[in-house]
């Protein structure tokens, strides 16, 4: 992995500051006060993130961070800045693809969070671009370490997805693409904060809210890299409802995409014989009564059927609850 960040600020308090703040990570902090120096380094050195300032002589950050978007086109970009408002956020949109906007003065925390991230982000795109089933495996795990309770929760969901997918006719490649989907599928909680995916309590109403966003945000992370539509649909669509009450979309029955419904029921099978940070795992009998429970409402019930005749026949050994 490389963990690298360019901050680009005409200030050299805000630059001494920031390699203060960095000065203990695992995180090489490159500084200057030019842009055109910043385009120097860049034509020269591959750096996943670039945070830049917005008002700087000689060349503006919306400016620069179109270079950047020419120059090292995976680079993360960010903007910070004191003087950000809609005019300027479009700019930066526009021209510069920024990822993020940080208003000065920044909250430490909430900067090093972004950072993280960032960089968590350019090195997926990275091992993804040239990905071959191990890559995908390794970085699933390494997402997974946000989380220790769901160690080995990606394999686990490709075995049971792969189990349906096997009675449903699918092609090999579908078979594929729906093993590297179950891999991928929670990519997304890189951009979830630690204490919520960790929290041993009741998610509040705000907390959930950001949960719900993982779908959308794993698959802002690999729709750069163009993986096969089966993979971004499980990524986007696996906590969907066939009742229209899931998220991120709303999506109902058939709309949603078949592989999504699969892994949906592996997904939650393997959550509920899994112990969580916020109760013990169920049996596996406990758990098909409620996958059961939720066929029609939460599961495509075709596909659920096939999840727990598999399950009880050749995991088991016992007869379906």
Request: charged share 25%; glycine share 4%; aromatic share 6%.
């Amino acid at each position: 992995m490389i963990n690298s960040v360019l901050f680009v600020d005409d200030e050299m308090n805000i630059l001494k500051a920031l390699k203060r703040l960095f000065v203990d990570q695992d995180i090489e902090v490159i500084t200057t006060q030019s842009p055109y120096d910043a385009v120097n380094i860049l034509n020269s050195t591959n750096i996943p993130v670039v945070v830049s300032d917005n008002p700087m002589p000689g060349m503006n950050g919306i400016d620069f961070l179109a270079k950047v978007k020419v120059i090292s086109p995976d680079s993360v970009k960010i903007m910070m800045t004191a003087h950000a408002d809609l005019d300027v956020a479009m700019d930066a949109i526009n021209k510069g693809e920024v990822y993020k906007f940080i208003v000065k003065p920044w909250n430490n925390e909430e900067l090093k969070h972004i950072i993280f991230d960032a960089l968590n982000r350019f090195n997926i795109i990275q091992s993804l671009k040239n990905a071959d089933e191990g890559t995908l495996l390794s970085l699933a795990q390494a997402i997974e370490l946000k989380d220790p309770y769901t160690r080995g929760h990606c394999e686990r969901v490709a075995f049971y997805a792969l189990t349906i997918a096997a009675q449903l006719n699918l092609s090999e490649d579908d078979k594929r693409n729906i093993k590297f989907g179950s891999y991928l599928h929670d990519c997304g909680k890189i951009g979830v904060p630690e204490d919520i995916l960790n929290s041993p309590d009741p998610l509040t109403d705000d907390q959930m809210e950001i949960i719900k966003k993982h779908p959308l945000w794993g698959a802002d992370v690999v729709r750069p890299v163009k993986l096969h539509k089966t993979v971004m649909n499980i990524i986007l669509y696996h906590h969907e409802k066939c009742d229209g009450s899931g998220y991120p979309t709303g999506l109902k029955g058939e709309e949603i995409p078949i592989e999504a419904r699969v892994v949906a029921v592996a997904d939650v099978y393997d959550a509920l014989t899994s112990d969580r940070p916020y109760r013990k795992q169920m049996t596996p009998s406990e758990a098909m009564q409620v996958i059961v429970k939720g066929e029609g409402h939460h599961f495509d019930p075709a596909i659920a059927e096939i999840l727990i005749r598999s399950l009880s026949e050749e995991v088991h050994g016992t007869d379906k609850p």
